[in-house]
């Protein structure tokens, strides 16, 4: 369903609860599928969200939408329910996604669930808890499909009729020695297309892409993603298969990971928050703005000092922005190439010097093709070599420098594994604006003799 | 493999071919992935990448290393190739990506390329030639599995061991009428559990989810995440199924378009540059620059006017960066928040009021707080009642202003259908500064009374 749909859809539910002509909108849940539902559910209001929630008929239904939903909007919806109804719909949802849920919910809340989930589930919930949230043992699914490499394809077929029934993505045929140790690979489509008494040892693949359970998420995306692989098989430090992690999960996973980054080098936190709430996206965007500010400070007092050259040569002032802007500007783009490049692949940080020095180059060139164009502008203006040369020159320490730091900075800190898109945004933005204004005023100073 | 596993591989080759240990390298080569080979490729000079990859003894992986090159370090590699060696290893790559790379190539070359390759595929890769790189007709492989409803289970299983073995993604079958129509889909997992004698029509899903060939790539990931799907097959406008674009490629897609957003924000240009040129990343930066060098000089030329307030209080200069740094950065923050949550589908240009006005309340109380500090350090260094004023509200206005331009630009873009990730970075930057230094001299001056 593209964009403008969506929007159709928003709109006309909206209209129909309000007019609460629940026969229609009972209708047009029934037809719509859940993943679009999730969208819907995001933009209404928490007493909107419950009325169209009770409309849905099927349990089932109800925990693919959980599912579907983000944190924040299933969070908020989830804290006013009562707990037997919440109990009854995250039995029909798929294990990850109940363990992820509650792993966030309060203590007290999660323990009473826990214990109402009798079903064997509970206990693969309760296992999948142990795992850090953002490792491959917290996001994978314990629903695989495990052979032993003797059974024919014949006989594998005949389980995955009978026994897997319920598997999510059964694709990967997993074949594992009486110790539950993963030995092997196969596919549904080589069970298909091998005479039927062949044994799985006879044509599975050795060859196993396999991660352990503490493996990062993004470390896991990244494995999925470069060897076009569908599924990957999580072990524990003894070699057992014990889960896997999907593909569609890991669609997921890349989609948050690049919205973390771009959150962080903005400087705007982590994750989205709730869209509702003022309160808590100022308060995480305070500190960071606390940098900023301090760095501003730290200008004021770099300015302060040289207030007596300022007031002899008034029109230092004015090209304060100039300077600070363009240095901020190219350092930007310099520190997100590299942490770009780095999440990608595309940079290594064993490059760190041959990507410094490309950067340098850059902010120096584009250095001295602003600073020319501004001290020409300078000159125009004021009619004073000195002031001219010194804007100029300033402008090209300035920006070799941003360059410099852009690059620098985030390389650096993945050297010593600290997220370099920390490294970026305010950070290295303040750390130029003080650099910038420092020159700034030095070099001016110094070539206007005052 | 893990990125440290990657840099003693890339570390160990690069010594090898110094050293031009040929028996130990192709045996490295051997034993490597191809999408491990990839990642050691771009970071070779190119007579090293021509080194290694004469090493590849078989073909078929050297047009699997080609498909996972990315197209800078791709085009550089095949401009130097013999015609011929070329031809060999494209017949052995996917009709997609061989699509996408002759596309590229210079038009005489490419021309030759595709009379040279009589096999069948030319045809096929002239067909997708036809499309835009960027769309569903582009992206999409013409390999899937298109059987008649009549077929029974046993029959579409045996004709998956016969004329299917070639298909890359074998999970869905699609199901098609006499003129090709896709009227239903089955999936492999589902043959394998129905009695032998079933016929298509009878279990196979009627409710499709497909897209035209000209969706833009971006949405085809999107449904793609959205419905937890591994392919989604591709009509023409007559409804005919002409092709299928897998999950592999999805998450391709979904880095590059995250990698997009984010360089485009930084005013970086659109895509990762060949590392190794200067010149071609200086040009790309150069024009956002220029729009950051613009609103320097409208600063300028704003606070030139107002000059000789500034001789009477030297001191007002000294507040410029942090007025300037802290709507920079609290704009960014906002735009960026705007930008990301309409690319991932949380936030709807339906809700832009709501969104907007939220940024500025986040802007107003963030803008308070910060200008109440900064008032107070003003107050504290000079003493002038109506200079910490001035301050404090001028970085209020600036504060709150800039939330609401990097809120509001991005959402007036988008529903213009302009990209928002083109509004944000240098342009509204520069917009904030400007006004910022307009406000606070604005301001300064008639609170000072000068």
Known sequence: MQSNHHKILIE?????????????????????????LAEVFRSLSLSHQRKLFDMI?????????????????????????????????????????????????????????LEKMKKEGSEEVEGLLRYEDDTAGGIMVPDFIALRENITSRKAIESLQKEYMDVEMPFYLYVVDEYGK?????????????????????????????????????????????YDILAVPVVDEYGKLIGIVTVDDIIDIIREEATEDILKMAGAGEEFVETQSVVRSTRIRLPWLFASCVGGIIAFIIIGRFEESLSKFIYLAAFIPVI????????????????????TGRLNIIDIWSVVFKELAIGLILGVIYGVLIGIVAQVRYDTGALAISVGVALICSMSVAALIGSLVPMLFARINVDPAVATGPLVTTAIDIISVFFYFTIATTLLGI
């Open 12 to 36: 006309s539910i909206r209209r129909l609860l309000r007019r609460d002509a629940t026969t229609h909108l009972v209708k047009i849940v029934d037809k719509t599928h859940v993943a679009d």
């Open 57 to 113: 008929s099927d349990t089932e239904q109800k925990g693919l939408l959980f599912s579907e939903l983000d944190e924040d909007t299933l969070m908020g919806f989830v804290e006013e329910m009562e707990l037997d109804d919440l109990v009854e719909i995250l039995d029909h949802m798929p294990t990850d996604d109940v363990a992820d849920l509650i792993g966030r919910l309060p203590e007290d809340k999660s323990a009473s669930i």
């Open 182 to 226: 993963l030995v092997g690979v196969s596919s549904l489509r080589q069970l298909v297309v091998v005479r039927p008494d062949t044994p799985l040892k006879d044509f599975m693949t050795t060859d196993i892409i396999a991660v352990k359970t503490d493996v990062d998420q993004e470390e896991v995306a990244k494995i999925v993603a470069r």
């Open 324 to 343: 600070m802007g363009m240095g901020g500007n190219i350092g930007t783009q310099s520190s997100t190439i590299v942490v770009r490049g780095l999440a």
